[in-house]
């Protein structure tokens, strides 16, 4: 039986579909894409494999009475776009917690500082132990504000990218040649910031941060990772108090107060395609349902095998399998504690409370010279024999995470190949290299090794596994230049439309790429709504 012959059983009439617009998988860009949607007056239809909304946006009790963030717990980046407001996700039961500082690093030799979202306060704690470098902080934010803020804009706006050269143009407060600052953009952020600083804990910090993203200090015009920085001062940070799926429950609340339907443990298997269009989905468990418009916010490999190979032209599909998704990432575990890092650089208060820089994400990375070594172990198939790691104490700020006087601690590490060149398996080797994450911390802060009640081990094919996050990779393909902007996922499906007419893509795999950013999931709906206003696009590509 033909799709239009099945879809005739709705009162006798082939043009009427069981929703408007279906959307697979429930993470948040997926989410906020149906937000903006089903708020147009669009009936919508969410799909998703597992037994609660959120992909890697999620917090799920692992441990009785603690909760734990399964994917991104820093809400850095959604500052920067209309969503909440948008969306109105604050009726929906989402309390953001404004966080402040922002990050927290301390060092070998006893030294530390603190990023805080004021720009002075922060050169202030630089400048214990290099005046120099504190200036140079300064006039790093000063000079590199303008792209930062274009970037939010180009981020915030289907590709291609707004021309950044009006946005740091003369106007910046700096008399540097423009020759020499396009040398810097498009060089690597580790070379950028060895010309900028002169101590190796400023650098450190901020090439860490850069790193979140993927590319490694050397790498080609990997530069703006680090030139973003700016942009922390100015958004801040936040989490979503319960937990950072929260944001995820709230947008799912939305979207069923406006007529949704959400589908749990409904795994799409297929995707319906007739007369060259995307018209339904298939799950699973042999359930179907129509659209008129499809929106996969799926891992855009996962999404090509959900077409028939007919449904795809060649061309098309070559372009896709040429993406890079890369050997792992990041690895994680999340631990249910007793008390908090009491570090050596900066001893917790007396009385056992949380300090400061407990509310803040503490990042262990030395040096350049360090991170560049923890990179080359990734390379060769190895874990990171000095890890580089960030360790996030959530309870400081939010103590209904955890009982009355418990902690959550989670760690993530960088870098950790989903394939081992040993031949190991990572379910063989979770545990050993879980130790290695807690050692290295306990470097810093030698109570943590005891304070453990339980865990969570999160490794690269877990990711994969729970998430779906193939080979491992948060940011669904790797974020090297020639896989962002009009090249994410491939040339031919940067505007979010799919390979298939009607077919929709968000996500990380597509433009601005990986974080809980939830613009892909914007940029996609603003998208699919201007073809659905328009009489002559015919969903065209």
């Known amino acids: 039986m033909g799709l239009s012959e099945w879809a005739s059983r709705v009162d006798g009439d082939p043009t009427v579909t069981d929703y408007d617009v279906i959307v697979i998988g ?86 530390h500082f603190t990023i805080w979202r004021d720009v002075d306060q922060t050169c202030q704690s630089i400048a214990t132990f290099s005046e120099h470098d504190a200036e140079a902080y ?12 274009g970037m939010v804009e180009a981020f915030n706006a289907p590709p291609p990218p707004v021309n950044f050269v009006r946005h740091i143009g003369l106007h910046t407060g700096t008399h540097q040649p423009w020759e020499h600052r396009l040398r810097d953009i498009l060089g690597g952020y580790g070379p950028l910031l060895r010309r900028t600083f002169e101590s190796e804990q400023v650098p450190a910090l901020i090439a860490w941060m850069a790193a979140q993203s993927g590319p490694p200090p050397t790498e080609a015009l990997s530069a703006p990772f680090a030139l973003w920085h700016p942009m922390y001062h ?97 690895f994680v575990v999340r631990y249910a504690v007793e008390e908090l890092p009491d570090y050596t650089a900066l001893p917790s208060p007396a009385d056992g409370a949380s300090g400061y820089h407990h509310r803040a994400m503490q990042f262990i990375c030395p040096s350049l010279d360090y991170l560049d070594r923890a990179y080359a172990d990734y390379m060769a198939g190895r874990p990171s024999t000095d890890p580089a790691l960030i360790s996030m104490t959530w309870t400081a700020v939010d103590p209904t995470l955890a009982p009355e006087g418990k902690h959550v601690m989670f760690i993530w590490g960088q870098y950790y190949p989903y394939e081992l060149a040993s031949g190991e398996h990572w379910d063989d080797i979770a545990e050993r290299e879980a130790d290695r994450l807690l050692n290295k911390l306990a470097e810093y802060a030698p109570n943590v090794k005891g304070a453990v009640i339980d865990k969570l081990i999160e490794t690269p094919v877990f990711l994969e596994r729970t998430l779906g996050l193939l080979r491992g990779n948060v940011m669904h393909l790797e974020m090297s230049v020639d896989q962002m902007f009009m090249m994410r996922p491939a040339l031919t499906m940067s505007s979010y439309r799919g390979p298939v007419k009607g077919l929709y893509l968000t996500g990380a795999s597509t433009h601005p790429g990986g974080g809980i950013m939830g613009a892909s999931g914007r940029n996609a709906a603003l998208t699919l709504l201007s073809d659905l206003s328009s009489p002559f696009r015919q969903f065209a590509r």
């Not at 500052?79 to 402040?100: E, F, K, R």
């Not at 300064?138 to 803020?149: G, N, Q």
């Open 26 to 111: 429930a993470g948040h860009n997926a989410l906020v894409a149906a937000g903006y949607i089903a708020r147009a007056g669009y009936k919508v239809g969410i799909f998703e494999r597992r037994h609660v909304v959120g992909g890697a946006v999620v917090t799920e009790e692992h441990v009785p009475g603690f909760q734990f963030d399964l994917g991104g717990s820093a809400h850095l980046l959604i500052n920067s776009t209309p969503i909440v407001d948008d969306l109105h996700l604050a009726n929906y039961g989402l309390d953001y917690i404004d966080i402040d500082p922002l990050f927290f690093a301390p060092f070998p030799d006893g030294t």
């Open 138 to 149: 300064r006039k790093f934010i000063d000079d590199w504000m303008p792209l930062a803020r």
């Open 234 to 330: 100015v958004g801040g940070m936040r989490r979503p108090r319960g937990g950072s799926g929260m944001l995820t429950q709230a947008l799912a609340r939305m979207i069923e107060d406006h007529g949704g339907a959400i589908h749990l443990n409904s795994a799409v298997a297929s995707i319906l395609v007739e007369s060259g269009r995307a018209c339904g989905i298939e799950t699973q468990d042999g359930q179907r349902a129509t659209a008129r418009a499809i929106v996969s916010g799926a891992h855009i490999y996962t999404t090509l095998g959900m077409l028939a190979e007919e449904a795809v032209s060649g061309s098309d599909r070559a372009l896709v399998e040429k993406s890079r998704v890369g050997n792992g990432f990041g």
